[in-house]
């Protein structure tokens, strides 16, 4: 009796079926090629779109790693179960036929053998092929079956022994072959020379495979759709606390100490957002404690000054009085007089500024405005100070403006005064009208009061309307008269003047760039924290040297029936 032997290994053609197992490569790479160029076009946009990009790209390099992996164990298993179906079939009806075959075999009962074995190998079209020697039957005599069996096939059932398989690609189409040889059945199983091998056709497993990919590769659309629109939602519960806290942020960025946000969760949004209203909070408290630190500093210089009127009016009188009889005291005694009477008419006149600037503060300064003639309020504020010769003048005449005389007086006064104590002669005051710098039409005044000094330091440009800021700190202080001067705090006074006006002060170098102090119609009380101080001078260490400084009030030009702001 004949049997066949089988030892269950796999054959050297086991390399054949590498061209079809990577078929599911060129298919994962052409669907992760676009990810890249998505996720480039989508972060173009903001935090929501860099989410739902991370969200579909995972999901797509997810869903294509899913689907080559599906395709390859499926095909593994298609292909694993025809191939042991197949062995185990050849394997079974060669034991059977051989049992009656007689060897050696002449070409026609090999050809009968093939033919038996090829009738109960499974089903579907399968070709059988003889072997014996120089001898070969095939059970299809129409079919080509040297290129399907492969050399190296061959050589490993003849040589090695036991069922051998292997995977090849014939005119474009896939096949399964198996071979066997035929051992004798005695004890010690010697091959008797008989080969069998047996052709399957694997294009319907291919088509089956082929079948599953398309079906598991169809199904990557919704799954990245679904991941969009789950990104979407995630984007959402994600962003809406971040949304909110920028809100808040903006809200406090825009002066609304009271913004906060609602803490919701234990996560770390919420914990941002505790954050954030303990910093506000700390920073409501603090603005609270500075305002009215503020307006007890306020409120202490006003009642210092009001106090500081009635002994500085005694003191005036005799100071006075010392000084009327000055002649007739000792040089000492003479001298000492005349320092205490200038003395208290410094400190009587810082006294009445800080009075000034106290009101302006309080926003208790009010205009008590009526058409007036510049030129002649300008020449009447340096006539009363004895200016007149020591200051040139280039007026307009005719310009009449609604405007406090006494405010303008005290603009002229300081800007004139600090020329003179401080730049260097000649010192020029220019009246002229010029149409408003927005185009409206209406137009405006200005009064230009320029000296032929060094000009102001850099530094202090933009420091020269600040309250008690002298340019030069170490210059020794003169004497004061009666605008206020030398107190640092008589370009601060002007400014607030020229706004309570609706206009403002510019300073620039006569040559240089103009640096505006442009004054806003209305204004928070902190808003006027800021001041006054000294122009720069021959003391002014480091000046520019652009040939004086340049002090411009600008101020809208208002006649009776106009109104005043």
Known sequence: ???????????????????????????????????????????????????????????????VTATALAYREARTAVL????????????????????????????RSLSRFAAKVSDGVG???????????????????????????????????????????????????PYLVVGMPVNYADGDRRASGLEVFAISDLRAERDDTAALLDS??????????????????????????????????????????????????????????????????????SDAELREQEAKARR??????????????????????????????????????????????RLAGLVEDLMEISRFDAKAARL??????????????????????RVETRLQEGVRAVVDRRRIDVIVANLVGNALRHGAPPVTVTLATAPAADGSGAPWVTLAV?????????????????????ADEARTRGTGDDSGQGSGLGTAIALENARLHGGTIEVADRAGTVNAMKARKARNPSD???GSGAVSGPGAAGGSGCGGAVFTLRLPLRRTGEGTE
């Not at 919701?264 to 954030?276: K, Q, V, W």
């Not at 009635?310 to 005694?333: F, K």
């Not at 320029?450 to 008690?468: I, N, Q």
């Open 528 to 530: 006027r924290a800021g």
């Open 450 to 470: 320029s000296d032929h000094g060094p000009g102001l330091p850099p530094g202090a440009r933009e420091r020269v309307f600040d309250r008690f800021y002298k």
């Open 368 to 389: 008590n405005a009526a058409e007036t003639d510049l030129a002649d309020t300008v020449r009447a504020s340096l006539a009363l100070r004895g200016w007149t010769d």
């Open 80 to 107: 694993q179960r025809t191939q042991n179906a197949a062995v185990d079939d050849l394997r079974e009806r060669v034991a059977a036929v051989a049992a009656d075959f007689d060897v050696p075999p002449d070409q």
């Open 216 to 285: 598991v590769r169809d199904g990557i659309v919704p799954v990245v759709v679904l991941a969009a629109v789950l990104a979407l939602l995630a984007a959402g519960t994600v962003l809406r606390p971040v949304r909110k806290l920028g809100r808040a942020t903006r809200e406090l960025a825009a002066g609304d100490l009271g913004s906060r946000v609602v803490v919701t969760g234990h996560d770390e949004l919420a914990d941002l957002a505790r954050t954030f209203n303990e910093t506000a909070d700390a920073l409501q408290a």
């Open 300 to 345: 202490f210089v006003a009642d210092v000054s009001h106090e500081l009127r009635t002994p500085l009016a005694a003191m005036t009188m005799v100071a006075t009085v010392l000084e009327e009889d000055a002649d007739q005291l000792p040089p000492d005694a003479a001298r000492a007089a005349r320092t205490v009477g200038a003395e208290t008419a």
């Open 123 to 173: 089903v579907g079209d399968r070709i059988v092929v003889a072997r014996y020697e120089d001898l070969v039957a095939v059970s299809d005599s129409l079919a080509d079956t040297e290129e399907r069996i492969t050399p190296e096939l061959r050589a490993a059932v003849h040589t090695k022994g036991g069922t051998r398989f292997q995977r090849v690609m014939w005119r474009g189409e």
């Open 1 to 63: 009796m004949w049997r066949g032997r089988s030892d269950g290994g796999a054959g050297p053609g086991g390399r054949g079926g590498s061209g079809s197992s990577g078929a599911g490569s060129p298919t994962g790479g052409a669907r992760r090629a676009p990810a890249p160029r998505r996720r480039s076009w989508r972060l173009v946009g903001g935090l929501r779109a860099r989410l739902v990009s991370a969200y579909v790209v995972v999901a797509l390099i997810s869903a």
